[in-house]
Structure formats: structure tokens, C-alpha cells
């Protein structure tokens, strides 16, 4: 099993930013493909970002891309999320997941093998 641990979040104004990381404990994630979603009061949970197993492939969501950053460390088993630029739309409880497979085709969809706790980002204007 594999554990996910969210951390960086917090209160920013807006134009502010963010370092997440999501700390991966009981197994390697090196192998796997990992995203950060989130999830606003009262909205479903969206993607955000996601990242192949090797860190050479990337995908945004349009809402974030240009603004935020998704890198990895496979010798520390973490991923980050760089937030730039925020705006209070951005509010929301992140979430890190990650999949067995090393690249996902779809990576909205929320059916990943693991999910981490998540981490309250709150951007005031």
C-alpha cells in the first residue's frame, strides 16, 4: 500500500504562491503516474495537474496552465505542485493521487489507485 501525505497548504493573498508537496511513504512511486486535484465547497473534485512516471511528460488543466507546476522527485518519492499567481478561485482542498500505471490517458477521471488526505489552499482577494 502506499501512503500519501499533502502538505504546503494554507492562506495567500491573491497574485501570492504556493509550494504543495505530496510525500509518498510504504512503496516506490517512481514507476507511477501522479496528478493533484481539487475540490471547492459545494464542487466536485477537478484535476489540476499530472505527471508521467519519468517527470517528461506533463498535463494541465486550462484553468491553472501557465500558473502552476507539477515536478517530481523520484529519489525523494514526492511530488510538488508550484502555485503562481493566485487567484481566489483557487481556494480548494488539494488533493495528491497517484496511479500504478506510469502515464494515465485520461487523467480527469478520478478512478487513481491512491489518494492522500488533502490540503486546504485558501487565496483571499
Known amino acids: 500500500q502506499v501512503q500519501l501525505v499533502e502538505s504546503g497548504g494554507g492562506l495567500v493573498q491573491a497574485g501570492g504562491s504556493l509550494r504543495l508537496s505530496c510525500a509518498a511513504s510504504?512503496?516506490?512511486?517512481?514507476?507511477?503516474?501522479m496528478a493533484w486535484f481539487r475540490q471547492a465547497p459545494g464542487k466536485e473534485r477537478e484535476f489540476v495537474a499530472g505527471?508521467?512516471?519519468?517527470?517528461?511528460?506533463?498535463v494541465y488543466a486550462d484553468s491553472v496552465k501557465g500558473r502552476f507546476t507539477i515536478s517530481r522527485d523520484n529519489a525523494k518519492n514526492t511530488v510538488y505542485l508550484q502555485m503562481n499567481n493566485l487567484k481566489p478561485e483557487d481556494t480548494a482542498v488539494y488533493y495528491c493521487?497517484?496511479?500504478?500505471?506510469?502515464?494515465?490517458?485520461?487523467?480527469?477521471?478520478?478512478?487513481?489507485?491512491?489518494w492522500g488526505q488533502g490540503t486546504q489552499v485558501t487565496v483571499s482577494s
Open positions: 510504504g512503496r516506490t512511486i517512481g514507476s507511477y503516474a
Open positions: 493521487a497517484g496511479d500504478t500505471l506510469p502515464t494515465r490517458r485520461n487523467w480527469k477521471l478520478t478512478d487513481y489507485d491512491y
Open positions: 505527471i508521467a512516471w519519468s517527470g517528461a511528460s506533463t
